[in-house]
Structures are given as C-alpha cells and as structure tokens.
C-alpha cells in the first residue's frame, strides 16, 4: 500500500510488467495488485518486443521493465530500454535487475528511466517508491494520487516555501527524521541540504544530543581522517593531547557530513568500516572504540556518475543510500520565490533596523522570472545587499540592478530602460523556452517521446517543465 502524505492512497492507472520469468513476474503482478491498491489493470510483457508491441496498442501509467528481459531489443540492456522510454508515452518508467548495478543503473537512467530498484524489492516498498516519484514527476493525479491536502505549510523546521514541492519534502523529512538509518540528501548548491540535515536532526529522537557537521570540502586531505575520527596523543607532531573527532562528538547524536563526494577515495574505505562495524580508531591508536551516531551525507554532484568515474565507492554509496531525499531547485517551484524573498526582506530589515514596505509588481516579476543558478542561497544575498544598499521604502527594478552582482539577470540602475516596443517583443526565457518545445510537440502530433528525441532532452525533462510552467503562469 503506497504511503503518499503519511496516509494510505491507492494508486489507480494502467501498468505494465515486463519480465521473461512468467512465475516472477505472476507473483509481482499480483502483489503489486495488492499493495498499490489499484484494479487488476496489471499487463504482463515476457520480452521487450512484445513490450513494445503493447505500447503501440495503448498507454501505460506505469511501466515496470526488468533490464535482461531487455536483451531482444538490443546488444546492451540500455538499447532496449531507449526503445521502451520513447514509446511510453509519459509512462513513469522504473527499471529493476537482479543485484544493485551502478552500469546498469547508470545505463538506465541515462536511457530515460525514471528510477533504477535491485531484485528483489518488497512491493509496498515498490509501490510507495512509485507514489514518491509521481509526485516529483508532476504525475501524481493521473495515478490516482490526491495531492489536496488540509492546510499546507508555508515553513518547515527552517525552510520556507509552501509549493507542492516542499510540501513534499516537509513530509520526507517528517517520516525520515524518527528513523536510524543513513540519509543520502542531493541537491543543487544553494537548495538547503544543511538546512535538511539540522531538519531531520531536530525533528528526530536524537535532537537532545549533538549535532556535528563537517563539510568534506573545506578540510584538507590529510587532516580529514584525524577531524573525523579523532587524534591519540603523539600521533605526529603536535598532537600533544588526545583529541575527539566529529564521529565521537555526535555520539548518540547526528554526523553530517556535507560535500561527502569530495572525500578522498582511501578516507571513504575507513567511512565505510565504521558504518559497517560502528566503531572508530583516533589517529595513532590501535584500540577501538564504540560510538552510536545517525549518519546524513549531503552532495550537489550526481553519486552514480562520481562512481562511473571512480572518485566515488560503490560499496560506501549502496551503504549510506538507505533513505534518498532529493531538494528541488528555485526554479522548480516558482510559487515560494515571492515567499522567500519577503521572508528574507523581513529578516534583514529587523536586522539593519529598516523599514520595506515590500516589492514593486514589476520587481516581484522579475524575481519569479529569474533562473536562480545559485538558488535559495543566491535570492537570500539578493535581498540582503538590497536591505544594507537602500534605506527602505518598496524595492522595485532599479534596487535589484543596483545589488545584482551575481548573476546580473536584473538590468543595473544605469541602464536605460528599453523602448516600448522591444520591451513588448521580448520574452521571458522561460517562455521562448515553452514555445519552442510546444512547437516540436505539435511537429510530432502530440508525440512527447519523438519531440524530445528531435530536442535530444528525455521526455520526462518536458513533463516537469510543463509541471514549471503551470506554477509560473499561477504566480503571475
């Protein structure tokens, strides 16, 4: 039964199970019947040219694709699954194998699934994972999924944003956080992968003991192990006391560790002993000791490239992506830009002792329009040079040129402004962006899989821009 909102949802829709073995694939059918709660629309596919046979006869909600079943379609299973993801037609498309394969789950998703799961998988498990990536794909109703919910929440444990999106992930956080196990948070620079981290601390069991941070990146190769584990007295030069490290200062606490993709390959080895074992050896001492600690990691790189390339541990990723929480970029949520930035004004005006009355209409256009490469983190030092620049009063396009030295998205004070009739032919991007993938849909009759490939995006790129799109014509 997929757990949606902490609350039981059936998920409906057509689904379809491609898998050679006809008793294992009998035997998920049924059960995902079972846990998804939806009617007996399971479609069973014994190879992937009877698959795709299946997809030109009708649409599928759902399509769950065993990668060796694969193997008529194609020398490698990612042909195959190529030629499943450009019939399926807005399908979420998972892809299953027997054993945890980073080639075959990069092979995967660089094909165009949606996720990649190890045989064998629980099918609640299954199901509840479907549930997760319907709402990160935008394509929540179409499976049965009510995404009402009675009051949503404008803040969370130190975010700000009341978008779907983040409804989402105040719900991850809340039913992640009572838990033990290792938290893998991924994200963007500048999306709150901290903020998540204190979040889960705070809001678990844990919260009355330390939480310790150590950012993988900041600290040099070879005093990382001794900040980490700790130092015995006279382990080199200048180590004239014994010393803890950050894992036995968060004992009974949280470890988090940020950027953990920058840790140095032969320190991610001894990572993942003590995840294993649960104990530690400070630096020049061979006895071990007992620590009990929560570990979160947090990256804004892609983990199964890092491992294609051999800067990341297989092993160590499969033991800390126990519970995945992905954070969403600004511009993906549209709606809390305004929500951030007069959150950020009030903040800071208290701060500078100030007085802002708000954002002008043609500022708060601006604001929502802009990409935000930097995110949450680049529109909270927007407002605040804003706030330290200017005395007060309505901030409006003049004030956003003047402080913008970042991404210069916003035409500085001096600039003239344009005249009438270019200001009018002008666009957003995100709406030049939008006309031209709506034209190569339309070239293609509607066909998403064929525009996308003439476009060479995935299709589920054009799925979750559509979902962006609806968001940005609601703010304005």
Known sequence: MAMISGV???LSGQLLLIDAD????????ESLSQAMLCTPEVSVARSGREALDMLRAGRFDIILADMPSLAD????????????????????????????SVTAAVGAMR?????YVAKPVAAAALANRIGELAQRHGRPRSLGIDTARPQAMADYAGFVGASNAMQFIYEQIGRVSTSSAPVFITGESGTGKDVCAEALHSQGPRKAKRFVAINCAAIPRDLMESELFGVARGAFTGAHEDRKGAAELADGGTLFLDEIGEMDLSLQSKLLR???TGTISRV???SVRKVDVRVICATNRNPLQMIAERKFREDLFYRLHVLPIH????RQRPTDIMVLARHFLDRYAREEHKSFGGFSNEAA?????????????????????????????????????????????????????????TRRAILPMWQQEQKIIEDAIAAFAGNISMAAAALEISPSTIYRKRQTWAEMQKAS
Request: hydrophobic share 50%; proline share 5%.
């Open 274 to 276: 003590f995840l294993q």
């Open 365 to 421: 256009q601006q604001l929502t329009a802009a990409d935000w490469p930097g995110n949450v983190r680049q529109l909270q030092n927007l407002i605040r040079r804003i706030v330290v620049m200017f005395d007060g009063g309505d901030i409006d396009h003049m004030m956003l040129g003047a402080a913008d030295i970042e991404s210069q998205a916003f035409a500085p004070a001096d600039t003239p402004a344009p005249r009438a009739e």
């Open 73 to 100: 379609l194609g020398e490698r299973d990612e042909d195959g699954m190529g030629r499943i993801v450009r019939l399926a037609e807005g399908a979420l498309v998972v892809a299953m194998a027997g054993g945890a």
């Open 284 to 286: 020049g001492e061979a």
């Open 111 to 115: 094909a165009g699934a949606h996720d």
């Open 8 to 10: 039981e949802h059936a």
């Open 22 to 29: 006809a008793v294992a694939a009998a035997q998920t059918g």
């Open 327 to 330: 954070l969403p970029p600004l």
